[in-house]
């Protein structure tokens, strides 16, 4: 073979050698990265093996991965911030304040996964 794939004989098959580089090896996938991968590889399976072929399928489960947390951060606080959720209810009220803050969260997962994870 010309590329610089490595192959490796199974039976009357080739199958090739892949192996991570070292820095997507030393990329560590977070909840959505690995949302968004094993979405990749149960739902666009030819997109799936084209990033990893090509070596890029760890950069952008890792820039999904960034981008959906930067998104929950932000939304969180801006729901928080509209909805009127303060430390002071925190203190004031826990259990109200906690559920109000699971809810929120709940809704900002939801919302990330249409739109970053499952696309």
């Known amino acids: 073979m010309s590329n610089k794939i490595q192959y490796l ?21 977070g909840k959505w990265g690995m949302l968004h991968k094993d979405y990749l590889l149960k739902n666009k399976k030819i997109l799936f093996t084209t990033l990893l072929t090509q070596g890029k399928l760890y950069q952008h489960c890792a820039e999904v991965e960034k981008q959906a947390q930067n998104m929950f951060d ?8 509209a909805e009127g959720i303060t430390e002071q209810m925190k203190e ?28």
């Open 92 to 119: 004031d009220n826990q259990v109200e304040w906690l559920c109000r803050m699971q809810n929120i969260e709940a809704r900002v997962r939801e919302m990330i996964c249409e739109e970053l994870i499952y696309v």
């Open 9 to 29: 004989c199974v039976g009357d098959y080739l199958i090739p050698n892949l192996v991570l580089s070292p820095e997507e090896a030393s990329t560590k996938l």
């Open 74 to 81: 932000t939304v969180v606080k801006q729901i928080k911030t």
